[in-house]
T-cell receptor, first 115, second 116 residues
């Protein structure tokens, strides 16, 4: 059974550019969440999608956005990149439904460097 | 809001030593609790979980018991190996209340270094 796949693994962008990251969840999983990991702030929740609907959103500026497609694949977009956006972006998928949480499977992440 | 507090690291142990990493939490609802492990250059792997009070999660020799009275979920292993060197994250997910959707709140992580 394939795991959570994130592409690309590494990315270097210039300040002011925008970037799109992709996440393919485990087959059958309908919930996809995104997290940002930095040395200073640790792991922070960005947003979560279930059946193409954003159900939950973290405390990030509007430059961070996401979407989910009918096949459960998800993308997140960061516009007008800032140096502080350099981080490891992790995607997690889960088979659980509303209001329940029994485990999440994470991908290997996309390492974004903004120069 | 919900929060997780872990003991600061790094924790340095000799091989076959006993490991404890403390984790306490604050939650308004009734959370599920998790330990995740992250090896260098990789994403997070679920190590173990517990979904209700007094549940014990276990995997690969690691154990943690959900203690509601002390709001704790300490990670233990009787005999660590060099291969256990990694960063360990305690996390919670609040399953109650009006906030739907799956969201994990993580502790800061504890670096474990095991020497041979």
């Amino acid at each position: 059974k394939a795991g959570v796949t994130q592409t690309p693994r590494y990315l270097i962008k210039t300040r002011g550019q925008q970037v799109t990251l992709s996440c393919s969840p485990i087959s059958g999983h309908r919930s996809v969440s995104w997290y940002q990991q930095t040395p200073g702030q640790g792991l922070q929740f960005l947003f979560e999608y279930f059946s193409e609907t954003q159900r939950n959103k973290g405390n990030f500026p509007g430059r961070f956005s996401g979407r989910q497609f009918s096949n459960s694949r998800s993308e997140m977009n960061v516009s007008t990149l800032e140096l502080g956006d350099s981080a490891l972006y992790l995607c997690a998928s889960s088979s659980t439904g509303v209001g329940k949480a029994y485990g999440y499977t994470f991908g290997s992440g996309t390492r974004l460097t903004v120069v | 809001g919900d929060s997780v507090t872990q003991m600061e690291g790094p924790v340095t142990l000799s091989e076959e030593a006993f490991l404890t990493i403390n984790c306490t939490y604050t939650a308004t609802g009734y959370p599920s609790l998790f330990w995740y492990v992250q090896y260098p250059g990789e994403g997070l792997q679920l190590l173990l979980k517990a979904t209700k009070a007094d549940d014990k999660g276990s995997n690969k020799g690691f154990e943690a018991t959900y203690r509601k009275e002390t709001t704790s979920f300490h990670l233990e292993k009787g005999s660590v190996q060099v291969s256990d060197s990694a960063v360990y994250f305690c996390a919670l997910s609040d399953r109650s209340g009006k906030e739907y959707g799956n969201k994990l709140v993580f502790g800061a992580g504890t670096i474990l270094r095991v020497k041979s």
